[in-house]
């Protein structure tokens, strides 16, 4: 029975001494292979590639609100004043400082030579401003028959007080006497025109009614304004 025990006790001691030398061969051997340990190894797990993303886009940012308060600024330096032409003046006659009105001529009135129930024996001469200025009927007419060459009389007691201007569409008077005082030699005879100088060199030639009979006595008055003061005389 002790033999067996002997027996069996030498192959477990000789295991042992067995796995002790492999223990050393293992842990001296620098080209083995490492134990396998108890823990699991990590495993390492492959990065996902990141999804690229869309680039933000910009925000705009609204300018802050102006101030309400205007910053102060140096007054600009005021340029010289130009020196402007005087505008010429339309010659209305409606200032005082408007120049005197041109004389009227043959440019820019109308002549007629009419018959009046009163008095007898005279004729109405009527100038009419027919242009677009106001012009002066200046003084008297200077008046003449057919192809006389003097001037009849002026009838200086009818100059008026003033000169008598005229606007355009306006129209002024002048009597024509066309006999002087029955009974003297008078020279008398029928004419067909009327010669009127508006001024020294503006002449105007208009019908006389038919029938017209003039002689040495003939006269002629002052422009009037109105009809009624050119036939009192």
């Not at 009135?109 to 009419?114: G, L, Q, Y």
């Not at 009046?116 to 005279?122: D, E, L, Y």
């Not at 242009?131 to 007419?141: K, L």
């Not at 606007?167 to 029955?182: D, F, M």
């Amino acid at each position: 029975m002790r033999l067996s025990v002997r027996t069996l006790a030498l192959p477990a001691a000789a295991l042992a001494a067995a796995l002790s030398l492999t223990a050393c061969q293992s842990s001296s051997d620098p080209d083995a292979a490492p134990a396998p340990t108890s823990a699991s190894p990590r495993q390492t797990t492959a990065a996902t590639p990141a999804t690229p993303t869309t680039p933000a886009t910009p925000t705009t940012t609204a300018p802050d609100p102006a101030p309400t308060t205007a910053p102060a600024t140096t007054p600009a330096t005021k340029p010289p004043k130009k020196t402007t032409a005087p505008t010429p003046a339309d010659n209305s006659g409606n200032g005082d400082d408007a120049p005197a009105p041109a004389p009227c001529t043959a440019k820019n009135v109308k002549v007629v030579a009419s018959k009046v129930s009163r008095p007898i024996n005279h004729l109405a001469l009527t100038v009419t401003n027919v242009g677009d200025r106001p012009c002066d009927a200046v003084g008297a007419p200077l008046v003449g028959f057919d192809h006389s060459q003097a001037p009849i009389r002026i009838v200086e007691e009818s100059k008026p007080q003033a000169v008598v201007t005229l606007t355009p569409g306006e129209s002024a008077y002048a009597s024509l006497i066309l006999t002087g005082e029955p009974g003297g030699d008078t020279h008398g005879m029928t004419v067909r025109t009327v010669k009127v100088n508006l001024t020294t060199d503006s002449m105007v030639t208009v019908p006389a009614p038919t029938g017209t009979y003039v002689d040495d006595g003939a006269a002629v008055s002052y422009w009037q304004r109105e009809l009624a003061d050119a036939l009192q005389y």
